[in-house]
C-alpha cells in the first residue's frame, strides 16, 4: 500500500493553462504539505495543512491554490500557469516530525 | 536567507570507501535533524534523523553525528556501496513545522 500517492506523475501543459495536482496519504496524519524541488534539485515547502486547515502559506504566487476537502487529501491547483512553474511537486503528510513524501508530480509547462 | 548549509554539492567514493557530508544551520530552535534519501524519479525517503540531545545516532551503515555547540551534523556512509548513489537531503525542523532543507549532495559510488 502506497502511503502518499500523487496524481498525475507527469504533467505536460501550455502556458496559461490551469492544473490540479492530487494527493492522498493512508498514513492517518494531520499534517499534509506541498513541497516544490527545482531544477537544481532545491526542495522549498509551499504550503502546510493541518487538520484541513492552512497553516503556512510561503512566498507563493496566488495563482497556487491549496485545497483539502479531508484529512487525508491535499489538492494543489494551479491557474494560469507559467514557464517557471516547470519543477518537480512532492506532497508529503506527517504527524510528529517525521515526514514522508509521496513520489512527486513532473510539471512541464510548454 | 538559507537556514541550512550542506556541502559538499557533489561527492565521488570510491566502493567500500566512507561518504561523508556535511551540514551547519542557523536556527537554534530547530530540534529534529533527519536525513533523506533521493533516487532519481523518486521522493525523498527518510533515511535516518537525531535529535539534538544526543551527539551519534547509528543505523546499519549509516551514522549521524551531532555537534550541537558548532550547529553542525553530518552523515558518514560506512561502506559505501554502489546502490548508495543518489542524492541526500540534511533537513531540519522544530515541533511540526515543514522541513528546511540543505541543498543536497549528489554521492556517486564507483566500483
Known amino acids: 500500500d502506497t502511503a502518499v500517492s500523487q496524481t498525475p506523475k507527469y504533467l505536460v501543459t501550455q502556458m496559461g493553462n490551469d492544473k490540479s495536482i492530487k494527493c492522498e496519504q493512508n498514513l492517518g496524519h494531520d499534517t499534509m504539505y506541498w513541497y516544490k524541488q527545482d531544477s537544481k534539485k532545491f526542495l522549498k515547502i509551499m504550503f502546510s495543512y493541518n487538520n484541513k486547515e492552512l497553516i503556512i502559506n510561503e512566498t507563493v504566487p496566488n495563482r497556487f491554490s491549496p485545497k483539502s476537502p479531508d484529512k487525508a487529501h491535499l489538492n494543489l491547483h494551479i491557474n494560469s500557469l507559467e514557464l517557471g512553474d516547470s519543477a518537480v511537486y512532492f506532497c508529503?503528510?506527517?504527524?510528529?516530525?517525521?515526514?514522508?513524501f509521496g513520489p512527486g508530480t513532473r510539471l512541464t509547462v510548454l | 536567507q538559507q537556514q541550512v548549509k550542506q556541502s559538499p554539492q557533489s561527492l565521488i567514493v570510491q566502493k567500500g570507501g566512507i561518504s561523508i557530508i556535511n551540514c551547519a544551520y542557523e536556527?537554534?530552535?530547530?530540534?529534529?535533524f533527519p536525513w533523506y534519501q533521493q533516487f532519481p524519479g523518486k521522493g525523498p525517503a527518510l533515511l535516518i534523523a537525531?535529535?539534538?540531545?544526543?551527539s551519534e545516532k547509528k543505523e546499519g551503515r549509516f551514522t549521524i553525528s551531532f555537534n550541537k555547540s558548532a550547529k553542525q551534523f553530518s552523515l558518514h556512509i560506512m561502506d559505501s556501496q554502489p546502490g548508495d548513489s543518489a542524492t541526500y537531503f540534511c533537513?531540519?525542523?522544530?515541533?511540526?513545522?515543514?522541513?528546511?532543507f540543505g541543498k543536497g549532495t549528489r554521492l556517486s559510488v564507483i566500483a
Open positions: 537525531i535529535r539534538p540531545d544526543v
Open positions: 536556527n537554534t530552535a530547530f530540534d529534529y
Open positions: 533537513a531540519a525542523l522544530t515541533g511540526n513545522t515543514p522541513l528546511v
Open positions: 508529503a503528510s506527517s504527524q510528529i516530525n517525521e515526514q514522508f
